[in-house]
């Protein structure tokens, strides 16, 4: 194992690492931007919840290859055919988790807010929505940290960001780019994972003290 | 748009696809096979530490913390790393998919012990029952709808990362997929992509329409 070729391909990794996390970042702000109204829209119509969460964890069950390979005629072999196929991805845990997370908030919480003259759109999102951070931002960890380690799968239509390494190093028959690939995403994941934690407490100051 | 689906539909039509040694049964039966040893050997290896931290309680931190690092692994890089670092067969193949698929069982396997009902469990040990008489009767049964919902996530996991068997140069519905992608043949890409997703998805089902019959019928009212 030639170890060095690390150090020397440090600014590559770096390019790579930067464009892995934009690829995540994007999927992961667009599942929210769409999981968060689908969401409150299940919760409120509890018709469309079983419609909702059943469209999503089916989507969930196509395989990545596939998903990305199925976007190609509308996206093309583009960064943009994995983000849109992550985004669809996290949306299972991320429109749960919304659904979950609201229904976790007691009734009665909601009833004294809107006694006290709160309608229903402050009471959602000053009342509701903050007492259901903690179990949305638990589906969000889930999220980015699969979301993280499915980027490489877009190595299929040469957009894997870090997955690329993968390629490299097969092709090379060269163990080190791979192995680096994988270190690399394990310690996003832990960092990001780490920062939503961190994110949560400032979020939630209540949970901090008691409990 | 109309065009590529007419040529999607006219590859799935020509009978050449469907027969001999890289026809679409045998493509499916190819995959289904590494996907079904995989998933299985990891739950015989997964289901048992799943179970006896649940009832001992002790490695409860490693269960819970498990399914989070099998969920972080790019699976691809995994295997194409077992592959190259193990004699380009199909065996670094199968562990590596083995690898990928135990967190989750262990995880849920636990997550479904440690929510069985302390009382319940109390009062199985006070009509006096053995440790192992509560384990099987009691937990294993209330635990089972997790324990299965483990099985399905990590089958899914499995089925889709077999398909990187066919960039190694094995088989499985990966092979119309790369090759498409080779030969800049999109309709067979998509052929393959549409397969792979019926499979999936058909495997998934199959699985979920296990878990009604095999709750237990105390339980079933309860279950979604």
Redesign the interface.
């Known amino acids: 194992m030639k170890w060095s070729w690390i150090p020397d391909h440090a600014g590559d990794l770096v390019t790579i690492t930067l464009l892995h996390l934009r690829m995540t970042g994007t999927a992961v702000f667009f599942g929210l931007l769409v999981a968060l109204p689908l969401g409150l829209l299940a919760y409120r119509v509890p018709r469309l919840k079983s419609v909702v969460l059943g469209v999503s964890s089916?989507l969930?069950?196509?395989?990545?290859?596939?998903?990305f390979?199925?976007l190609?005629?509308l996206t093309g072999l583009t960064p943009t055919t994995v983000v849109v196929g992550l985004t669809v991805y996290t949306l299972v845990v991320l429109v749960r988790n919304t659904v979950e997370g609201l229904e976790s908030v007691p009734p009665k919480v909601a009833e004294a807010a809107r006694a006290m003259g709160y309608d229903r759109v402050r009471t959602l999102v000053t009342v509701e929505l903050p007492l259901a951070l903690p179990v949305i931002m638990a589906g969000l960890r889930?999220a980015t940290?699969?979301t993280?380690?499915?980027v490489?799968?877009g190595?299929?239509?040469g957009q894997?960001a870090?997955?690329q390494?993968?390629v490299d190093?097969?092709q090379r028959?060269f163990?080190v780019p791979?192995?680096a690939?994988?270190v690399i995403?394990?310690l996003l994941?832990?960092v990001a994972?780490a920062l939503l934690v961190g994110v949560q407490r400032v979020l939630t100051p209540w949970h901090r003290t008691g409990r | 748009m109309g065009e590529l689906f007419a040529e999607i539909l006219r590859w799935f039509t020509t009978g050449e696809h469907w027969s001999g040694p890289d026809g679409v049964p045998a493509q499916v039966g190819t995959h289904l096979v590494y996907s079904v040893v995989a998933t299985v050997i990891a739950a015989l290896i997964a289901l048992p530490i799943g179970l006896l931290i649940g009832h001992t309680g002790r490695g409860a931190f490693l269960a819970i913390n498990l399914s989070g690092f099998g969920r972080a692994l790019p699976s691809f890089g995994v295997v194409i790393l077992a592959f190259q670092l193990s004699g380009l067969s199909l065996v670094p193949i199968y562990l590596a998919l083995v690898l990928l698929a135990v967190p989750v069982m262990v995880t849920n396997t636990y997550a479904g012990m440690a929510a069985v009902d302390h009382d319940v469990r109390d009062a199985a040990r006070g009509v006096g029952l053995t440790g192992w008489q509560v384990l099987w009767q009691v937990e294993v049964p209330l635990a089972f709808p997790l324990i299965l919902a483990g099985v399905r996530i990590a089958t899914i996991q499995v089925v889709a990362t077999a398909t990187i068997a066919a960039y190694l140069g094995f088989g499985g519905l990966g092979r119309y997929v790369f090759d498409g992608l080779a030969q800049r043949d999109l309709a067979q890409a998509l052929a393959g992509a549409v397969l792979l997703a019926v499979v999936a998805i058909a495997l998934d089902q199959a699985l979920r329409a296990l878990q009604k019959p095999l709750t237990p019928r105390g339980l079933r009212r309860s279950n979604r």
Request: aromatic share 8%; glycine share 12%; hydrophobic share 65%.
């Open positions: 089916l969930f069950t196509i395989p990545s290859v596939a998903l390979t199925l190609l005629p889930i940290v699969m993280i380690s499915l490489s799968v190595l299929v239509i894997g870090l997955g390494l993968f190093g097969f028959d163990g791979i192995i690939g994988i995403t394990l994941a832990l994972d």
